[in-house]
């Protein structure tokens, strides 16, 4: 049955012994036109058919369909018979049906008795394609997470030459190079490379051979500060290619954070001792009148202690009320109630304890609103009182009521020092005190319970203010 080649063998004891023992390279032995002569056993270990399976069938049944419909098996034979080889890479669907990558290369030979035969050396390269596969895959992975991390990546040798950039990188220190592919780290157009102290950690990095975590400070052109916590560690083991990866984080919002955070704990600390102490030292004054029957000086002790209790009562809720504002968690009860008669009452409740201003009322909205009337009076105490505690050289304030759009407006105008533009945006934040009031009494909490009050009503707040002119606090409700 395979007679046609047999005699090839025996003639050839060098070819027999290739064939025959040969364990990575598949054998298949066709006609001139591509018909299976024979193939070896590491063929058959390959692809699972044996020679018996093949032989008399054309090539091509070891193609994909999509393979056979494109000709590529009668293609390969005929640049075979031209160009006496063929080198091809292709998939080999084996004796199950799977498709395996396999690389194989054709060679045209005679024997000696001149009859025309093609030798055909395959090798399965399966694995390799798949495990390119999977590393193309893996880097596609890789890049695509390097891409979406917000940290600032850089790797560079150990002579620090940049290796390799991420885009989180380009933006943090806004650089607009093409690469940085092969550049010197501390030859970077950024004043933050060319810091004596990242040089410095640097070097220690190197030296060590061992990681290391630091912060850096620094300020930018702009002249703003910002914090930096960084990461350097070794990659790859070779000696030849070690590298190191770096990782750096903006950490200056938290840092600015925590330093807000920790002026803030003073902050309230300072304000809750003031009437604390007051209280304190005026229960021991009013003690020794009580001693030495001093009735009248006693009385004004008293008066006092009242006083500063009332002050720190009035802290704790604000503490209080804006933990629950935080939180979504402030109560309401909601009752229909005319919105002037409310406005007219808390102006008349604090004229009588402020000789100094005249509060004077403009127009009227003439009508009810549903809201809690006990928080509306808050917020309306509070704009008043702010009015007064910020203008305390001005002699009057102005309330304007009106209704605009299905709402009921509330004006509170004041003419003192007024509010620098780039801070209005943050007056109604939580704690927010401006640099230019923090030597008057409050927590910063008040406009921030405000602003929580009227979003509640669905209502809005809103500022205008200009320098030593004055402020404008507005809030509405709708009616």
């Known amino acids: 049955m395979f007679d046609d080649f047999e005699p090839v063998l025996d003639n050839s004891p060098l070819f027999a012994s290739?064939?025959?023992?040969?364990?990575?390279?598949?054998?298949?032995?066709?006609?001139?036109?591509?018909?299976?002569?024979?193939?070896?056993?590491?063929?058959?270990?390959?692809?699972?058919?044996?020679?018996?399976?093949?032989?008399g069938k054309h090539c091509k049944v070891l193609f994909t369909e999509e393979d056979r419909s494109s000709q590529m098996p009668e293609m390969e034979i005929e640049k075979v018979n031209q160009n006496f080889s063929a080198v091809d890479r292709n998939y080999v669907v084996d004796k199950n049906g799977n498709c395996i990558w396999a690389t194989g290369e054709s060679v045209l030979t005679k024997n000696s008795e001149g009859k025309i035969f093609i030798i055909k050396f395959i090798q399965n390269i399966h694995e390799q394609k798949l495990l390119e596969k999977f590393l193309k895959e893996s880097n596609e992975f890789s890049e695509s997470v390097v891409k979406s991390?917000?940290?600032a990546l850089i790797v560079f040798d150990t002579g620090l030459r940049i290796?390799?950039?991420?885009?989180?990188f380009y933006n943090l220190f806004n650089l607009h190079e093409e690469t940085l592919e092969g550049v010197h780290l501390f030859e970077l157009k950024n004043?933050?490379?060319?810091?004596?102290?990242?040089?410095?950690?640097?070097q220690k990095v190197l030296e060590n051979e061992a990681p290391a975590q630091f912060q850096?400070?620094?300020?930018?052109?702009?002249?703003?500060?910002r914090y930096f916590s960084i990461k350097a560690s070794f990659i790859d083991g070779k000696l030849v290619n070690k590298r190191v990866l770096m990782v750096v984080?903006?950490?200056?919002?938290?840092?600015?954070?925590?330093?807000?955070?920790?002026?803030?704990?003073?902050?309230?600390i300072h304000e809750l001792r003031n009437p604390l102490s007051n209280i304190y030292l005026c229960n021991m004054l009013l003690e020794q009148s009580i001693e030495e029957g001093d009735k009248e000086s006693g009385y004004e002790y008293l008066k006092k202690s009242n006083t500063a209790t009332e002050r720190l009562k009035s802290l704790i809720q604000e503490l209080y009320d804006a933990t629950k504002a935080g939180s979504g968690k402030l109560q309401f009860s909601s009752a229909r109630f005319?919105?002037?008669?409310?406005?007219?009452?808390?102006?008349?409740?604090?004229?009588?304890?402020?000789?100094?201003?005249?509060i004077r009322i403009e127009g009227q909205a003439n009508t009810d609103v549903l809201a809690d009337r006990g928080r509306i009076q808050q917020v309306m105490n509070n704009f008043l009182l702010n009015a007064i505690k910020y203008s305390p050289g001005a002699t009057k304030v102005d309330v304007k009521i009106y209704t605009e759009n299905g709402s009921v407006v509330v004006a509170v105008t004041d003419y003192g020092q007024g509010i620098p533009e780039e801070k209005i945006p943050h007056v109604f934040e939580r704690y927010y005190r401006a640099h230019e009031t923090?030597?008057?009494?409050?927590?910063?909490?008040?406009?921030?319970?405000?602003?929580?009050?009227?979003d509640a009503h669905n209502g809005r707040v809103w500022i205008k203010s200009k320098v030593n002119e004055g402020s404008t606090f507005y809030f509405s409700v709708p009616v």
Do not use: P
């Not at 290739?18 to 590491?42: F, R």
């Not at 004043?191 to 040089?199: G, P, Y």
């Not at 923090?438 to 009227?454: A, D, P, R, S, T």
């Open 18 to 55: 290739i064939y025959k023992n040969a364990t990575a390279n598949a054998l298949q032995v066709m006609d001139q036109h591509g018909y299976i002569l024979h193939v070896n056993e590491a063929f058959t270990h390959e692809f699972g058919y044996t020679k018996e399976d093949l032989y």
């Open 338 to 358: 005319n919105i002037d008669e409310l406005v007219k009452e808390v102006v008349d409740n604090i004229q009588l304890g402020d000789a100094e201003h005249v």
């Open 149 to 151: 991390i917000t940290d």
């Open 163 to 168: 290796s390799k950039v991420n885009n989180a």
């Open 191 to 202: 004043d933050f490379f060319h810091s004596d102290e990242l040089k410095q950690q640097l």
């Open 438 to 454: 923090k030597k008057i009494e409050g927590l910063g909490l008040g406009l921030f319970l405000c602003k929580k009050i009227i």
């Open 216 to 225: 850096l400070e620094w300020k930018n052109a702009d002249g703003f500060t």
């Open 249 to 268: 984080t903006d950490v200056s919002d938290k840092v600015q954070s925590e330093q807000q955070r920790d002026d803030l704990i003073a902050f309230v």
